[in-house]
């Protein structure tokens, strides 16, 4: 009766345990499609946002630590859920991924509103955690090869921040300033077009077409950034994107190859964009320009 009792302690336990970790870690699109299979998670140090990470850490040292991608919400939400399976994507291919906003349950469409200044927070928690002993990340992140990125307001957020000195490049989605503030949703950062003088990395717009209502502003920007390497790449999809899709969809093709060759200096990534006839003229539906990129 004594080892019955015990063997079912053991039990519960056991699945005290496993609910612990099924609410505190999620594993999207079997990991994600990279070389290093992906789960989201929540980090006790960082509970006001949500990490991606590749499951396994032992692979990232010396030569091959995780480059580190920072990430604002569409509509300034403080909940990544619309973009979990694109940012898990990001991870698979070797990064460290931290989004705005606490680890969404699994259907939960998250709350309140985030901040632009919670991207430098992730920053700092990032760069903290690489020098910790104590940290799993110690020594495995390149915090050398910082990546700021956001989606609508995500993306005003990401322009907010964009003179933030480490960073190496800045990635703006279905976003763009406004010319016209009075159109904006109150309570969005709101940079004046003079912002985009600030940006001092090589600067992509991902949009969805003609039909994505931050089409007109990001490719206005676009059209006025002429000191940095700039590029705007359109896929017609409208304001939503792909981020819902499994493994992110068409968006995180584009992204992922961005990230690979500006952290990573990855020579066949930057021939997606490298070139007269690069990769991104090859990919069925997108339109592609740019500037500065040879």
Same mark, same amino acid.
């Given at each position: 009766? @004594? ?7 053991? /039990? ?6 496993? !609910? ?19 789960? /989201? ?10 990490? $991606? ?6 692979? $990232? ?13 569409? &509509?300034?939400?403080?909940?990544? $859920? ?14 460290? =991924? =931290? ?11 998250? !709350? ?30 390149? =915090?050398?090869?910082?990546? &700021? ?8 957020? *990401? ?9 190496? *490049? ?64 359109? $896929? ?11 493994? !992110? ?7 992922? &190859? ?9 020579? @066949?990534?930057? @021939? /997606? ?6 990769? /991104? ?14």
């Amino acid at each position: 009766m @004594k080892k019955a009792i015990i063997l079912i302690a053991a /039990m519960l336990l056991g699945a005290g345990i496993a !609910g612990a970790q099924d609410i505190n870690s999620r594993i999207l699109d079997n990991g994600g499609s990279g070389k290093y299979k992906a789960i /989201m998670v929540t980090d006790a140090s960082l509970t006001t946002h949500t990490v $991606f990470k590749p499951q396994d850490l032992k692979p $990232f040292k010396g030569g091959n630590k995780l480059p580190i991608l920072v990430w604002g919400n569409g &509509a300034c939400n403080n909940s990544p $859920f619309e973009h979990v399976n694109f940012l898990n994507e990001i991870a698979s291919h070797g990064f460290l =991924v =931290v989004a705005i906003g606490p680890m969404p349950k699994e259907g939960e469409r998250g !709350g309140g509103r985030s901040e632009s200044k919670q991207l430098i927070d992730a920053i700092n928690w990032a760069i903290a955690q690489n020098a910790d002993k104590n940290s799993q990340y110690y020594n495995k992140l390149d =915090v050398k090869n910082i990546a &700021a990125a956001g989606m609508s307001c995500g993306g005003l957020q *990401t322009l907010d921040i964009c003179e933030e000195p480490r960073l190496k *490049t800045v990635m703006i989605c279905n976003s763009g300033l406004f010319s016209d503030p009075s159109t904006a949703v109150p309570g969005m950062p709101m940079p004046a077009k003079e912002k985009l003088n600030k940006i001092h990395t090589p600067i992509i717009y991902i949009l969805g077409g003609e039909t994505d209502i931050a089409y007109a502003n990001g490719m206005d920007d676009f059209s006025r950034i002429n000191h940095v390497p700039a590029a705007a790449a359109n $896929f017609p999809v409208g304001h939503g994107g792909t981020y819902h899709k499994p493994y !992110g969809g068409e968006f995180s093709t584009v992204a992922t &190859a961005w990230l690979e060759w500006h952290l990573k200096g990855d020579k @066949k990534a930057a @021939k /997606m964009f490298k070139g007269a006839d690069c990769g /991104m003229n090859h990919l069925e539906g997108w339109t592609f320009a740019k500037k500065n990129i040879d």
